[in-house]
């Protein structure tokens, strides 16, 4: 005899559960929960993330239909509706930047937008040398990105680039350090930037350096 499969939706609050029954038992259907879209530190894409078994579901016996637990924003935050003074003020939220903007000068402006801190937040994050989720930790950071080329009205990726204190300067790649100070120790594929003929702490990307006038 065949087996027949029958859902049943449960509603808890604003959770819901979709059971259905394959004849060994009733099992969760995790492909049948929307969960709340959290902002992707290192893309800034909004993802779709099912981190945790709903309320009036049965759990499943390991956690292998489950994405793993992050601790991002949320999507559609108070913070994006915020211009960037506005979002350096609020400790909820955090600037970010786009990264060639910011290094070469040539934009009106380098400000991306404004995104929610991680619910991790971490008041002593090395604003320097944090990768993408470590400077989202921090409202005290401010996350630099590229844009990516992608198909007309799509929603582009734009990857983290590097992470620096709010209101630091990155600098420019290839202008003299004429101070007698050491760089700061970047890694390879990097530069050193500098401002006013000082170094400012950041570890440019080679891809995102100013462009070298012909001489």
């Known amino acids: 005899m065949s087996r027949s499969l029958t859902a049943l939706l449960l509603l808890s609050g604003f959770s819901a559960c979709v ?5 060994g038992g009733r099992r969760c259907n995790f492909a049948a929960i929307a969960p709340a879209p959290v902002r992707n530190p290192t893309t800034l894409l909004c993802e779709a993330r099912d981190t945790s078994c709903p309320p009036g579901c049965p759990c499943p016996e390991t956690t292998a239909d489950l994405a793993p637990p992050v601790t991002w924003g949320s999507c559609g935050s108070p913070c994006e509706a915020l211009g960037e003074a506005q979002c350096a003020a609020d400790p909820s939220c955090r600037i970010v930047k786009q990264a ?24 002593s994050v090395d604003c320097a040398f944090a990768d993408a989720e470590t400077c ?47 760089p700061p ?9 500098v401002a006013n003929g000082c170094w400012t702490g950041a570890c440019i ?8 006038a012909d001489n």
């Open 185 to 193: 120790p970047c890694r390879p594929g990097t530069h050193a930037g």
């Open 100 to 123: 060639s903007c910011a290094v070469s000068g040539t934009c009106t402006t380098d400000y991306i937008g404004c995104f929610p801190t991680d619910n991790a937040a971490d008041s």
């Open 136 to 182: 989202s930790r921090s409202n005290e950071c401010t996350a630099f990105h590229e844009f990516e080329v992608c198909p007309f009205d799509a929603e582009c990726a734009r990857p983290f680039a590097m992470c620096l204190r709010e209101g630091q300067d990155p600098g420019r790649c290839f202008e003299p350090a004429l101070c007698p100070t050491l």
């Open 205 to 212: 990307p080679e891809d995102i350096c100013e462009a070298v």
């Open 19 to 23: 059971l259905f029954d394959d004849g």
